[in-house]
T-cell receptor, first 113, second 115 residues
Framework: EPEVTQTPSHQVTQMGQEVILRCVPI?????FYWYRQILGQKVEFLVS????????KSEIFDDQFSVERPDGSNFTLKIRSTKLEDSAMYFCASSDPGGRGYTFGSGTRLTVV | AQSVTQLDSQVPVFEEAPVELRCNYS??????LFWYVQYPNQGLQLLLK??????LVKGINGFEAEFNKSQTSFHLRKPSVHISDTAEYFC?????????????FGAGTRLAVHP
């Protein structure tokens, strides 16, 4: 079964540093998403991306966040200057049109120290 | 906008007993409904989803859920649980559209299965 692949699985970074989280969505999916889960809390929507532009972003997705599809396969989330409160599990997901086939990656655990 | 309420934050149950995890949603438009399971330190695994058709949906690991439109509920059930079912369970909803669909998650229910 097709998978969404995320790298790295774990990342530790110092406060103020930039991080890039990477995702390879399912190849025939057109819609891409990032979600965040702070430890012990619910999963929260960050941003959706279609046709090389953001479709919707949440209030969490402020100016320190950006997303990009640099080539035909990768989808990245960049956090420009990390804060302690950015420590969380970040999930990438992709879906086919209409959202009937919605698949999550296994996540990247980001720890900001 | 959509919202999801999972009525129980924790559900303790003995092995081989039945279990029901409750989920209610709010939406002014038609929705898709999902249940995901998250084992400790792991990602989100889809248990089952309701898109259309029969209101009783069967998923993996012996779980099933029933969509009740009048009560705006999508409760998850399993007739006999195992120790290995111990995990966090999330209910999620998305509006039906031809485009992107963000998922709105509930706060989760921690299922603890005891021997």
């Amino acid at each position: 079964e097709p998978e969404v692949t995320q790298t790295p699985s774990h990342q530790v970074t110092q406060m103020g540093q930039e991080v890039i989280l990477r995702c390879v969505p399912i190849s025939n999916h057109l819609y891409f998403y990032w979600y965040r889960q702070i430890l012990g809390q619910k999963v929260e929507f960050l941003v959706s991306f279609y046709n090389n532009e953001i479709s919707e972003k949440s209030e969490i997705f402020d100016d320190q966040f950006s997303v990009e599809r640099p080539d035909g396969s990768n989808f990245t989330l960049k956090i420009r200057s990390t804060k302690l409160e950015d420590s969380a599990m970040y999930f990438c997901a992709s879906s086919d049109p209409g959202g009937r086939g919605y698949t999550f990656g296994s996540g990247t655990r980001l720890t900001v120290v | 906008a959509q919202s999801v309420t999972q009525l129980d934050s924790q559900v303790p149950v003995f092995e081989e007993a039945p279990v029901e995890l409750r989920c209610n949603y709010s939406s002014s438009v038609s929705v898709y409904l999902f249940w995901y399971v998250q084992y400790p330190n792991q990602g989100l695994q889809l248990l089952l989803k309701y898109l259309s058709g029969s209101t009783l949906v069967k998923g993996i690991n012996g779980f099933e859920a029933e969509f009740n439109k009048s009560q705006t509920s999508f409760h998850l059930r399993k007739p006999s649980v195992h120790i290995s079912d111990t995990a966090e369970y999330f209910c999620a909803v998305s509006k039906i559209s031809g485009g992107y669909n963000k998922l709105i998650f509930g706060a989760g229910t921690r299922l603890a299965v005891h021997p």
